[in-house]
T-cell receptor, first 112, second 116 residues
Framework: GQSLEQPSEVTAVEGAIVQINCTYQ??????LSWYQQHDGGAPTFLSY????GLEETGRFSSFLSRSDSYGYLLLQELQMKDSASYFC?????????????FGKGTTLSVSS | DSGVTQTPKHLITATGQRVTLRCSPRSGDLSVYWYQQSLDQGLQFLIQYYNGEERAKGNILERFSAQQFPDLHSELNLSSLELGDSALYFC???????????????FGEGSRLTVL
């Protein structure tokens, strides 16, 4: 089967940098996605890594190492509005479709 | 606004009842996905439809069923409801024809179901 592991909680202060790690186990691999979800809201797409290396989008970056089955989301210049849950996800390759399997999520709390 | 519309936003019902959740995907998207999110759980994949046909099944209970109609909207039917079915149910869409796969799903705001 497929599984993803990520820390359940991370805390940081405004202006800091935080890294949320994700390790995955899957028989095949099609890319690692990251999503943000504010309390009770819709998950929103942040980034996608299909190849090794760093992808940067503004204050957020995502990294992938396929050989280590590992990726991380890096959030810089943290703001209070970044307090949310962050999910890593991989393609469900056990199925013919294109559904994503999500990790249990990391709750990020940013304090002033 | 993701462009995915879900109704109703909130629903309260009793055990043993049946409810239908509705989803309109983003204009042009052919795939619809249903996910369940309980308080202490992440996003659990239930089922996917692509252009009217079932494409993939996840952890969907036999009491639950779904379909996608010719206009591409989808409905998730939950029957013989139990207390444990209380959750946020999200619909997501993707797959405009010709679009590059970027691992991005567009989620609706969800339907919060409370079973009493």
């Amino acid at each position: 089967g497929q599984s993803l592991e990520q820390p359940s909680e991370v805390t940081a202060v405004e202006g800091a940098i935080v890294q949320i790690n994700c390790t995955y186990q899957t028989s095949g691999f099609y890319g690692l996605s990251w999503y943000q979800q504010h309390d009770g809201g819709a998950p929103t797409f942040l980034s996608y890594n299909a190849l090794d290396g760093l992808e940067e989008t503004g204050r957020f970056s995502s990294f992938l190492s396929r050989s280590d089955s590992y990726g991380y989301l890096l959030l810089q210049e943290l703001q209070m509005k970044d307090s949310a849950s962050y999910f890593c996800a991989v393609r469900d390759l056990n199925q013919a479709g294109t559904a994503l399997i999500f990790g249990k999520g990391t709750t990020l709390s940013v304090s002033s | 606004d993701s462009g995915v519309t879900q109704t109703p936003k909130h629903l309260i019902t009793a055990t043993g009842q049946r409810v239908t959740l509705r989803c309109s995907p983003r204009s042009g998207d052919l795939s619809v996905y249903w996910y369940q999110q309980s308080l202490d759980q992440g996003l659990q994949f239930l089922i996917q439809y692509y252009n009217g046909e079932e494409r993939a099944k996840g952890n969907i209970l036999e009491r639950f069923s779904a379909q996608q109609f010719p206009d591409l909207h989808s409905e998730l039917n939950l029957s013989s409801l139990e207390l444990g079915d209380s959750a946020l149910y999200f619909c997501a869409s993707s797959a405009r024809q010709g679009a590059r796969d970027t691992g991005e799903l567009f989620f609706g705001e969800g339907s919060r179901l409370t079973v009493l």
